[in-house]
């Protein structure tokens, strides 16, 4: 077991607290460099999609993790980098330049909703933000000069520097990991400098945040604008993946998707978006397997147990009529975030560090550890 | 004028039924201070319960109704004993993100048993209008106005007049304080969420002439009635009602009056000036804030 003594502030706010870091991290980036080389091509573009999803969960993360302000609206900064991504290129504007004009303007607008929620705690800035994704939705729909309306916007495809870059391409899958490297070497900086401290202070208590001096409507606002902004970045990456947007695609139902990817990885740590990305993209490729498969599996099971073919053929067709039903996906998405809710509030994330310490401590790891206090005094409403 | 008029009863009525679901999310958030994302979709359960009594079954409109209410009753204390109650005194967070689990899953599992056609029941209000001069106002609207002022009202005097309304104010206060006092919190809060899961029944089937109930409606109709609750303040019974009325009037004048497509955004646009002005709502508490 290793310690690690801090003597000053410099080694607590250490990326690499100490050289198993760099390895461990290393050899990930090196895993994820060449796997193009050696996952399938649905795979990669599954791949592509966790890059963009972790993406956007850093940047709820930086809002709603770091920074105490629910956001149910981040669906709409996608669309608005995806939109401004499409719209400019129409007028052969270079990648770089939309990419980062696409960042900008989400940025702006994310600081512009900021400014109402300055005043909004909880549940009322919940609805807020979802009254904005639902008005953005709308005039998605309706400014059909820009926008097309409806019919969507064709993307077309990537050109860097000459290069012509295919969705399907190893290199911007690069890209796609480069951003989301960058976003998250990006938002560890932001979040052990002043301003990240200062984040960390407004979600544990606004009123001693204030009497520390901290100016909280400035880094309300602040939160907001880098969360969109890193949003909208993800959306001119999701525009290209799709090379198809439409105002259909940027629901609420997007919105809450991105909460649950936090949800799940675990809101206190920049790994839970990650994890939680890889969780909700791989989900659909995994329940279409159990789909295909399970039937057969399960007929296999019984017949083994001595059912008779007859018999074996009726569960096959039965399991196959029930994973073919219309909305199974959706049960099972509503029953996984009760779960999670019941029983891993720290997320994947957290139920990893738990296992980490398990073996740590071992023979000595004790349950309450992890225990989160239960406050029945009425608190988020004289808070 | 006539077409104003005719707008603002019609709107009033849809209001009425915002309203209603509002209740909903005010009932269990002043009991228990839980924001109940599932509201929407237990209205649509209780349709859905409602068109199983009367449509399948073929019992009476007023038995069918009273068995779906009971039934949802039911549910409500099921869903608060499985969902809720391992994690209240949690942060808020977490449980709205449980009832908006529980939300997906009742969406889906809806659609699985029901399916995903229109359905429709036949009510005594179906039919028929009530003529006043030239002005023609149909039954159905007019029974959801009349059930949404009784509703309030005596969800209004259970809460200020009862013992039981009064037990489930200090358990919203202070949870702790009012099981010291010996208030059984958790029977409190379990009957709670049967009155609202009740109350939601009542919009479902009262909605039922009005448009149909298919499985997404309660998402749908959840997403204006939560607008509505916090227009008037979440907290407020009248508040509740007050708040779906305005967004009901809105919509349908908006739709009426302007150009298509502020119908559905323009009940935002004033929710969102409303909070800007007033952030606890029109009828909020404004309390002090304790570090």
């Given at each position: 077991m290793r310690f690690l003594f801090k003597t000053d502030y410099e080694d607590d706010i250490?990326?690499?607290?100490?050289?198993g870091y760099v390895v461990t991290y290393g050899v990930l980036l090196a895993l994820l460099l060449i796997a193009p080389y050696l996952l399938s091509s649905y795979l990669m573009s599954q791949l592509v999609f966790v890059c963009i999803y972790a993406t956007v969960g850093v940047a709820l993360l930086i809002l709603t993790g770091f920074t105490g302000q629910a956001s149910l609206g981040h669906a709409a900064f996608l669309a608005i980098g995806a939109y401004t991504a499409a719209y400019l290129q129409k007028y052969n504007v270079p990648f770089p330049v939309y990419f980062l004009a696409a960042g900008a303007l989400t940025g702006l607008i994310g600081a512009m909703v900021g400014f109402p929620a300055l005043r909004l705690t909880g549940i009322y800035l919940v609805i807020a933000t979802i009254s904005f994704a639902l008005i953005v939705e709308e005039i998605l729909a309706r400014w059909?000069?820009?926008?097309?309306g409806n019919e969507g916007m064709r993307v077309k495809t990537l050109s860097l520097l000459g290069v012509t870059v295919p969705r399907d391409s190893p290199t911007f899958y690069y890209l796609c990991l480069a951003v989301l490297v960058l976003t998250i070497v990006g938002t560890l900086n932001l979040l052990r400098s002043p301003t990240g401290r200062a984040f960390v202070a407004i979600r544990d208590s606004e009123t001693a945040a204030r009497s520390m001096g901290v100016n909280v409507a400035l880094y309300k606002v602040k939160s907001f604008a880098i969360s969109a902004a890193i949003t909208g970045f993800a959306g001119v990456l999701f525009a290209h993946k799709l090379s198809f947007i439409s105002?259909?695609?940027?629901t609420l139902q997007l919105s809450i998707e991105f909460i649950i990817v936090i949800l799940i990885g675990g809101t206190f740590s920049l790994h839970g978006a990650v994890l939680g990305a890889i969780f909700i993209v791989m989900i659909d490729p995994f329940l279409t397997y159990l789909k295909d498969d399970m039937p057969g599996i399960i007929a296999g099971i019984a017949a083994t147990f001595g059912a008779g073919t007859a018999t074996a053929g009726n569960i096959q067709s039965k399991v196959a009529a029930f994973a073919s039903l219309n909305g199974l996906k959706g049960a099972i998405y509503g029953i996984i975030i009760v779960l999670f809710v019941l029983f891993e509030p720290l997320g994947l994330y957290g139920r990893w560090l738990k296992i980490k310490l398990f073996f740590q401590l071992f023979p000595l790891y004790k349950r309450a550890t992890f225990k989160r206090q239960k406050i029945y005094v009425k608190s988020e409403r004289n808070r | 004028m006539l077409d104003f008029v005719q707008q603002l009863v019609s709107g009033v009525a849809l209001g009425c039924v915002y309203g209603l679901i509002a209740l909903g999310f005010v009932l269990v958030y002043k009991a228990t201070e839980v924001v109940n994302f599932a509201q929407g979709d237990l209205m649509m359960l209780g349709g859905f319960f409602a068109f199983t009594f009367?449509?399948?079954?073929?019992?009476?409109y007023w038995i069918g109704f009273a068995g779906a209410v009971a039934a949802m009753a039911l549910f409500g204390m099921v869903a608060e004993r499985v969902v809720v109650r391992p994690i209240l005194g949690y942060p808020q967070f977490s449980i709205i993100m449980a009832t908006i689990g529980l939300g997906y899953f009742l969406r889906s599992i809806a659609g699985m048993i029901w399916g995903t056609d229109d359905l429709k029941i036949e009510t005594p209000f179906s039919q028929g209008v009530l003529r006043i001069g030239s002005l023609v106002l149909a039954y159905d609207k007019l029974s959801v106005i009349a059930a949404t002022m009784i509703l309030c009202t005596l969800l209004y005097l259970f809460f200020n007049k009862t013992t039981l309304g009064t037990a489930m104010r200090a358990s919203s206060e202070n949870m702790l304080a009012a099981y010291y006092m010996g208030i059984p919190v958790k029977r409190v809060v379990s009957i709670v969420w049967a009155i609202s899961a009740a109350v939601a029944t009542c919009a479902g089937v009262l909605l039922v002439p009005i448009t149909f109930i298919h499985s997404n409606v309660g998402l749908v109709l959840g997403l204006k009635a939560f607008p509505a609750a916090v227009l008037g303040g979440f907290g407020s019974i009248p508040g509740a009602v007050v708040g779906g009325v305005l967004i009901g009037v809105i919509e349908s004048m908006a739709g009426f009056y302007?150009?298509?497509?502020?119908k559905d955004v323009a009940p935002y646009i004033v929710l969102l000036t409303v909070l800007l002005l007033k952030p606890e709502g029109l009828f909020g508490l404004h309390v002090r804030k304790k570090v």
């Open positions: 250490k990326l690499f607290p100490h050289s059909e000069s820009v926008t097309h105002p259909e695609m940027f | 009367i449509g399948m079954m073929g019992l009476n302007l150009a298509e497509g502020w």
